[in-house]
């Protein structure tokens, strides 16, 4: 007889479940920085062969990012990173606010010594890559400005949900370029951020970084426009 104390009611795990996850982390993390624009196709091969695994952790990822609405199936093995539409931008920005509002207020209230150089040189590689027109490198190290600010805030599942907004909206980031750097909004709001850190006032941090995520939003909004009315939608 099974000694009842030593059962336990979980399946065993199957081989390839370690790699499923690091395969999802490996996408999520590309998609949480833009490197993919919306309308990207991607197929359980290629994705399989870029990571170097089977196709099974490789369809396990892009399952779990369809299911989170970051990828959408146009066939049986393809999926494509989807557009945005105004509905959906309006609803990820106004949830953006106030949680990523939250973190940078948080965050800078607990800011290490040192966070405000540490964003400054960020600022520098996201100027040099806005001249040098490297839009894939700027959009990642603005991914790691804000977060760097954020992850200061101690609220871990703060963190996740703001990381999810990310994975949906990042693909659209694509569409602030080339037009958004020449306002020099981004750079005037990481800016206003760097200083307030330094001042130490956290109110002005979140303010500055929530304007960050307004002339986000209005740059995108009129790409959408833009985009429905090109396809008559």
């Keep these: 007889m099974v000694d009842e104390a030593r059962r336990v009611d979980l399946a065993p795990l199957e ?29 359980v091969r290629a994705v399989a062969d870029a990571l170097g695994v089977s196709s099974t952790p490789a369809r396990d990822a892009l399952n779990r990012l369809a299911a989170e609405g970051a990828l959408v199936y146009s066939g049986p093995k393809t999926v494509i ?13 106004s949830m ?34 806005l001249e040098n027109r490297q ?8 991914k790691e400005f ?19 907004l990310w994975l949906r909206i990042g693909p659209s980031f694509h569409n602030l370029y080339p037009e958004f750097p020449i306002q020099k909004y981004g750079v005037h709001n990481h800016q206003v951020a760097i200083e307030s850190i330094r001042e130490g ?5 979140r303010a500055a970084l929530e304007s960050d995520i307004r002339d986000g939003y209005r740059r995108l909004r009129q790409a959408i426009r833009a ?4 396809s008559g939608t």
């Design 15 to 43: 081989k390839h479940a370690r790699l499923g996850d690091m395969a999802y982390a490996a996408m999520k993390e590309r998609m949480v920085r833009g490197v993919f624009e919306p309308r990207r196709k991607f197929t």
């Design 81 to 93: 990173v989807p557009h945005l539409t105004i509905e959906a931008l309006q609803e990820i920005t």
């Design 96 to 129: 953006r606010l106030v949680l990523e509002g939250l973190a940078a207020e948080r965050g800078a209230a607990r800011a290490p010594t040192g966070l405000a150089d540490s964003l400054e040189e960020m600022q520098a590689k996201i100027t040099e890559g």
């Design 135 to 142: 839009y894939s490198d700027v959009l990642g190290t603005n």
């Design 146 to 164: 804000h977060l760097a600010v954020y992850r200061c805030c101690g609220m871990p599942h703060l963190l996740s949900t703001i990381e999810t």
């Design 201 to 205: 006032d956290d109110e002005a941090v």
């Design 227 to 230: 985009r429905e009315e090109q």
